[in-house]
């Protein structure tokens, strides 16, 4: 028999229909003999009220009982599924983090799992029970609630998938898969068949919001099939594995793209060892988090600095970095806080040389300038105006050719 | 240093404001030598929100999963607490039932405490923080969450309370006190200084709603000297004891009344041996909750049969009896839904002799016809047309002057 895992995301378990609708779902899968391990995250917009109703209480809530507060979430969840499930006839079991020993780290709000029981679910599985996880939720050292962090859910699912050892494990979501970009803004965006981790981890690092990062790390690392789905329809979705087993690679399989974006720029510093540390910093204890960083050495011993932040760090990193210039006697400072990153990803680029160049030529006949630049070894991403952000994802898709059928993909 | 342990119940956590208020309150107790392990139930109307969202899910919802959705209510409020208190500068942590042990017995819905575990409580206690404990729940031997039922959050209070071995259990609530008669009812109804455990008992299981039965039981047994006073008000309460250290005990302590009663009678019923299983057996299968049961013994070999139920199962009981009435070759079958129940509660009638008769006398001054009576050793219930509810209990409650200023009670 097939075992596989199922997350079903805030949207997928939205309200009383769309829980009814999942364990419907689930009881097709085992009617057609595979059995699933669910594992479910809060109502949609549950989590953003509990969080604000903490807020409410208190200016600076306790991490320690903003996790307590937020886990109550998936409980809810995790107890109307089983019960939908059951009243199918379908015999379910919910469990809490702690109730099958998600072991985490002790890091309120963005803890990490070290460990799983697996024994009460093998057991389940065996006697044909299904059992429903609580996503987003472990439990400590010291017997503390600890939450993952938005997003968490994935990482629970490839966890239990890992650690029960299952077929595949697949996240359910409002999408049917991952795009070569967003259809939103690409007419013909296609959906990719399979994309590797390494590649689904820059796109989901990158903005586009499918899967969690962390998830597809530690699917990688322990070489878990994963496949993100439509909750909604049927449909093989995109299978995120370690080897294309296609014949023939695209060079690039997506084009990723993130709006909020700011830059900061520090011209004319002078170019002496620890110089990047004394500007970045203040930032970083801020803490403001800090994408791309781009330096170039100039010839009169003077050099440029230049950062990416959220944009809505725009204004705090500028006030931050007034007094760093004085300080290091930089010549100016300026922001910028309409930008967009746009990056291509693929594993063929390692192959593939002129990638870079085909992608700055295609920007250039659109006459878009970049403003700055930032590469690895399968992804490079650029900084535009935010104004041309839609105009550039078009033409690179288009000059990487996403938009056309693959055949050796498509039949795979 | 005193230590009590105050339970709030869901008005007294309902909103934002009012969880800061109690974290204000209990922060005026830590700074005047007091401190506390606070026991909280979930927000106003959230249990009864989370039930209902669970019979939407599934027609039959399953025990054990029902449980874990209800229990989450609890959590939500333990967490919203703490972190008011943790504002304020009073140390405090959250625990759900499973963090400290609270072993029930696995009885979905209504389970009840074997053990709870008080290292963690008496640890904090030591470096005085403040514990939020969440009532209403606990974990079974196989690890499943059990609820405790309606009123759950008291037992959990007095249980944490005996187990610690605090100086009082404080039940704080929207009412400031035990009153000789519900004070919508009666004008001059008086808040009683005390009460004993016995008298507090008769009184909460006879529809004064104020304390949960199981508790006062739980209180009585393990001798924890337990208060109901205001959660919004200052006020001494009522204090629930075993004995009271009044000099003079007045014959009566207190009225209690439950409105919504139904009566069923079977009449010409043969007065053989095992005929009131034969009547009684098929209701409480069914089940329904029989109350009071009083059978008469004629002179003709035949007998009248009467027992009340909730007036909600008035229709299905009298359904249930028709069948029995035939085999049984009974007279009659009525039923009357129309019907209150009155009880006058009093250790001091263990040596007052005559109470019962000057009872029925202020009935009868009234015009007041009585239905049924049934004794105890502690109370005198009787049941009298609906209509006459309000006039019955007036008159009793001024018959025994409960509504004079007791001099020796009020200065105790």
Redesign the interface.
Known sequence: MTVIVQKYGGTSVGS?ER??AVAERICRYRDSGTQVLAVVSAMSGETNR?ES??R???????A???D??L???E??T???L???L??RGCRA??Y?G??ICIRTDGNFGRARIKDIDTEALRADLAEGITPVIAGFQGVDAD?N?NTLGRGGSDTTAVAIAAAVGVDECQICTDVDGVYTADPRVVDDARRLQQITFEEMLELASLGSKVLHPRSVEFAGKYRVPLRVLSSFEEGPGTLITSEKTTMEQPIVSGIAYARDEAKITMSGVPDIPGIASKILGPVSRAPIEVDMIVQNTGADGLTDFTFTVKRSDHDRALELLTAVQQSIGARELAGDNKIAKISVVGVGMRSHAGVATRMFDALAAENINILMISTSEIKISVVVAERYLELAVRCIHSEFDLGADIVAEETA
Chains 1, 2 share one sequence.
């Open positions: 009383v829980i009814q509990l109703l903490g409410s209480v208190a200016g600076k809530p306790l320690r009982e903003m307590v507060l886990a109550s979430g409980q809810v995790i107890a109307l089983a019960m939908a059951n009243e079991r919910s809490l702690d109730q017997g609630l």
